[in-house]
C-alpha cells in the first residue's frame, strides 16, 4: 500500500534547526523525485524543494534557498529535510510527496508533521 509517514516537526525558536523525515513505502522510491511541500493555515500547499532520484539535482524555493537542505537515503526509503535558521514564516505543516507515488494513488497526501518557529 502506498503510503507516507512525516516525522520530526515541533517547536523551536527562531533561528533554530530541525530535521524532517519522510518514510515512503509502496512504490518505487529509488524511481522517483520527491518533494517536500508545506502548508500554514489560510494558505495554499507551496512547494518546498524538490530532489531527482538519485539525489543528484535538488531545487528549492527561493524563500528557503540557503537555509533548508533536502537529501534521501533510497535505501531507506526515505526523504530528509534539514531546516536551520528557521523563521516564524517558516511555521507550517510539512508534507513530502512525489509523481510516481501520485501515478499509484492520486490525491493522496500524508498526515504531515507540524512545525512551529516561535519564541
Known amino acids: 500500500q502506498v503510503q507516507l509517514v512525516e516525522s520530526g516537526g515541533g517547536l523551536v525558536q527562531p533561528g533554530g534547526s530541525l530535521r524532517l523525515s519522510c518514510a515512503a513505502s509502496?512504490?518505487?522510491?529509488?524511481?522517483?523525485?520527491m518533494s517536500w511541500y508545506r502548508q500554514a493555515p489560510g494558505k495554499e500547499r507551496e512547494l518546498v524543494a524538490t530532489?531527482?532520484?538519485?539525489?543528484?539535482?535538488?531545487n528549492y524555493a527561493d524563500s528557503v534557498k540557503g537555509r533548508f537542505t533536502i537529501s534521501r537515503d533510497n535505501a531507506k526509503n526515505t526523504v530528509y529535510l534539514q531546516m536551520n535558521s528557521l523563521k516564524p514564516e517558516d511555521t507550517a505543516v510539512y508534507y513530502c510527496?512525489?509523481?510516481?507515488?501520485?501515478?499509484?494513488?492520486?490525491?493522496?497526501w500524508g498526515q504531515g508533521t507540524q512545525v512551529t518557529v516561535s519564541s
Open positions: 510527496n512525489g509523481p510516481a507515488l501520485q501515478v499509484l494513488r492520486r490525491g493522496y
Open positions: 509502496g512504490f518505487n522510491f529509488s524511481n522517483s523525485p
Open positions: 530532489i531527482t532520484s538519485a539525489g543528484g539535482i535538488t
